[in-house]
């Protein structure tokens, strides 16, 4: 990496603190991120280091890629670096107070309110459920002449989607629990297109998005009312799912939660709980059709494991490298791809000094490829996640710290069961040449063009 290096330069008269690019590269530069914005931000990084600072006066902001200044941003002064960023402020438009997006005091009381839905005994009744999913899916494609070409994207969408909304509700009759699905979807939709724009419309302008986003929150707040309704009426479940715990739950002062904090919080776990584990179930496919020979490797693991019975969780802790093959994915293609606060005090990171107010970008998919912590960065190699030499604050996938993602247990669970269902049976390759698709950073990191591989039938 360069050394620090401070060019004289100012920002409408507040002086820079890190290198960075000027403000006239910067004007070309808004094409470049909005086309690749992972590519730019790696070019930031290869130039100015592991911290470097943008050409923007309010607020000041740092792209902070050193993953020791990163472990002292989420877990060493957790509560002097806020979550009120620009990000999550457009995330919020949909997620409104829950977990993900919440500040500081609310979000503590509620994280241990919510805490019992990610009980590691929820998570049997995911892995059955997940395994039956899987299990309908190989069906479809049993049903394939071998060798067909398959959407793999869209059927990991679909096994996370089925995933997540069975955790929240089991089975919801009404047809409400679907309504609510595809209208938080339609709503990030139109975050995300908000987030690509500079500038866009403020939300009470009747603009045709800002329509969408209106008709997409009343269709949640009446589908959740109803449900809500429906299940305060109903016999309460020997099994609860988290919508039984989020109506159970009480705060510290012996409180249930309103009907709005019980909305977000469904609108987080489905925004958070979905597309993520999509991805990290494409990109490992993706990643093992590259290299056959680590795919019959893990062939071999879930085979001495992998029975025509119910797959059960302690059966996950028998498959380590099934593990390190979607660990080694999180790595190269992590579906959270940027995580930013706002500094609240003054601090140094990297040497650099941080004022107050200042916006902290951080990529995990820059940490994760950083060479003084993994070497041959680019290169697919699973077994290093079985040999001890990963630096654990160097991976980051689902955050660190206080803020770390309440959800991890439950996508390894998921993420663990479906690939090694999958792999007991099946071969994935790409029909042509070896190449991986190009990543397109959105909410997470979606292959562009989709993700097409041929499913064959392993034999023996
Ligand atoms: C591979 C899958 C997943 C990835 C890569 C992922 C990634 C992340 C990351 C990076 C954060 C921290 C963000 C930050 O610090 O700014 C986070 C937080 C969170 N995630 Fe996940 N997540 C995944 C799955 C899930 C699932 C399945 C759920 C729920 C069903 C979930 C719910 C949440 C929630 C509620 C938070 C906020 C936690 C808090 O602030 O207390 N995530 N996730």
New binding site residues.
């Given amino acids: 990496m360069p050394e620090l290096v401070v060019p004289d330069r100012k920002y409408m008269g507040t002086p820079a603190t890190a290198p960075g690019p000027s403000g006239r590269e910067m004007l070309p530069a808004f094409a470049a991120i909005r086309r690749d914005p992972l590519e730019y931000l790696n070019r930031i990084w290869q130039t100015f280091g592991d911290i470097a600072q943008f050409p923007i006066p309010r607020p000041p902001s740092y792209l902070v890629s050193h993953p020791d200044a990163v472990k002292r941003v989420?877990v060493d002064r957790p509560r002097e670096y806020s979550?009120e960023t620009i990000q999550y402020r457009a995330l919020s438009l949909v997620t409104g107070g829950?977990?993900?997006t919440?500040l500081d005091s609310p979000?503590k009381e509620h994280?241990l309110m919510l805490q019992p839905a990610f009980h590691p005994r929820q998570l049997e009744p995911l892995v059955r459920q997940v395994d039956i999913g899987t299990r309908r899916l190989m069906a479809q494609w049993s049903e394939l002449p071998d060798g067909a070409l398959v959407d793999i994207e869209q059927a990991m969408l679909r096994v996370a989607l089925e995933t997540?909304g069975h955790?929240l509700f089991t089975e919801d009759l009404s047809g409400d629990a679907a309504d609510l699905t595809s209208a938080t979807l339609d709503a990030l939709e139109v975050v995300v297109a908000r987030a690509r724009v500079p500038i866009t419309p403020p939300v009470w302008m009747p603009t045709p998005a800002n329509r969408r986003l209106k008709r997409a929150n009343a269709t949640l707040d009446t589908a959740v009312s109803r449900i809500v309704a429906l299940r305060r009426a109903g016999q309460p479940s020997s099994t609860p799912d988290v919508l039984d715990l989020l109506i159970a739950a009480r705060n510290l002062g012996g409180q249930p939660l309103t009907e709005r904090e019980i909305r977000d919080e469904i609108v987080?776990?489905i925004v958070?709980?979905h597309e993520?584990?999509a991805?990290?179930l494409t990109w490992s496919w993706a990643l093992l059709a590259a290299h056959p020979k680590i795919q019959d490797q893990l062939h071999s693991e879930v085979n001495a494991v992998v029975s025509p019975a119910d797959l059960r969780l302690d059966q996950l802790s028998e498959l380590p490298f099934t593990r390190a093959c979607i660990d080694e994915a999180?790595r190269l293609y992590?579906?959270?791809w940027l995580?930013?606060r706002k500094a609240l005090s003054e601090d140094e990171l990297v040497g650099a000094h941080i004022p107050a107010g200042a916006l902290i970008i951080m990529s995990?998919w820059l940490v994760h490829r950083h060479p003084d912590f993994w070497s041959e960065p680019n290169s697919y190699i699973p077994s290093r996640f079985l040999d001890g030499s990963v630096t654990r604050h160097a991976f980051?996938?689902?955050?660190n710290g206080l803020?770390?993602?309440?959800?991890?247990d439950?996508?390894y669970a998921?993420?663990i069961a479906v690939v090694a269902r999958l792999a007991s049976r099946f071969t994935l390759s790409y029909p042509d040449s070896n190449v991986i698709p190009d990543v397109n950073p959105s909410v997470t990191m979606r292959p562009i063009g989709g993700l097409h591989l041929q499913v064959k039938t392993r034999i023996g």
């Fill in positions: 989420l979550k829950g977990l993900l919440a979000w994280r997540v955790a987080t776990f958070a709980g993520t584990v991805a990290a999180l992590p579906p959270a995580i930013t995990p980051i996938p689902f955050g803020r770390l993602c309440i959800g991890r439950f996508a998921e993420a």
